[in-house]
């Protein structure tokens, strides 16, 4: 009798997981969005304990960030890295390097906070889940990088609006510093369109240049924390993510397949995302404590007021 109950439990788990798992992948279901449902289906115990939910996350984030790749338009990405190659350069770098600074006064565990700052500095989610394979990560380490990056993503969808409106910055303005300090694209994107059709514009093709930068950044992150291991081990996906956009680039007569194949990579980004949050429990971020949030806080921060001045005073 007792088996049978405990197969009737298993059965209710998965269908209730599963359900939710399909929802993640209808567009009605935003980033931000998974990764709470995830939670609160953890929280309420209601993830199947016989899948292996770490190896499954793995493989589809990584086809997920190849997929992506063919979404990138190499021209327009080129042409905005040129003409704010110096805003970008800088806003990385100073966001990585105060980001490890801030991880050592703060006393977090390096690779959580070198995935909060890598979020920040590059794009968010994205750059979260190419970098944590890169520095072999842990999922917990993983997990409270990205709740940390989508918390403030949610809040910069509605406050960045607000700012440029009060500060009375040009559509053009507004786009750059959307581009910047927003980390998700989604973020960046709703922050944008909210404004205007032209900081939209501005906003979406700068943003494929910051997410170039996956790639060297996923590779630095590999030398860096090598450890005692003389070999760099950089994930094989990386590599077909530059091989994804090249793809895309010479062969450009099947721009519509590479459509269908970004919007369903988009797709299963957010249904990693909901897994990512399913392995997130309250005993996690208790030990986590309230560090990681502070330390995305002050980077966000940083990034948004510092590339704020720049485009005003500068550009």
């Known amino acids: 009798m007792e088996k049978l109950l405990n197969n009737a439990k298993w059965k209710k788990q998965n269908l209730i997981f599963m359900g939710a798992a399909i929802l993640c992948l209808s567009p009605v279901v935003s980033s931000p969005i998974a990764l709470l449902l995830g939670f609160t289906l953890a929280m309420l115990g209601l993830v199947p304990k016989r899948i292996n939910m770490n190896l499954l996350t793995k493989n589809l984030l990584a086809y997920s960030i190849i997929g992506l790749g063919f979404g990138i338009n190499l021209d327009q990405a080129i042409a905005a890295s040129k003409d704010a190659f110096g805003l970008i350069v800088l806003s990385l770098l100073s966001t990585l390097i105060i980001g490890w600074l801030l991880t050592k ?178 005993n996690k971020i208790k030990s986590a404590g309230a560090k990681p949030l502070v330390l995305g806080v002050l980077l966000w921060i940083i990034t948004a007021t510092g590339s704020l001045a720049y485009i005003q005073l500068l550009m």
Request: some cysteine; glycine content about 6%; overall charge positive.
């Open 105 to 282: 006064r703060l006393r977090i565990n390096p690779k959580t906070g070198y995935l909060i700052a890598s979020g920040t500095a590059v794009c968010g989610g994205s750059a979260i889940a190419a970098v944590a394979p890169a520095i072999n990560a842990s999922k917990d380490q993983t997990s409270i990088a990205l709740a940390t990056v989508f918390l403030l993503n949610s809040v910069a969808l509605f406050l960045f609006p607000f700012i440029g409106h009060l500060l009375s910055m040009t559509q053009h303005a507004f786009g750059v510093w959307c581009a910047i300090a927003i980390h998700d694209t989604s973020s960046v994107v709703g922050a944008a369109s909210a404004y205007g059709d032209e900081a939209l514009l501005i906003a979406t093709t700068l943003k494929l240049a910051r997410a170039l930068w996956i790639i060297p950044i996923a590779f630095i992150s590999a030398l860096l924390f090598k450890g005692d291991n003389k070999k760099i081990t950089v994930p094989t996906f990386i590599l077909f993510y530059c091989l994804s956009i090249l793809v895309a680039y010479y062969l450009p007569q099947f721009s519509s397949l590479y459509e269908i194949i970004f919007s369903v990579s988009k797709r299963f980004l957010v249904l990693s995302l909901f897994l990512i949050g399913s392995a997130i429990s309250f």
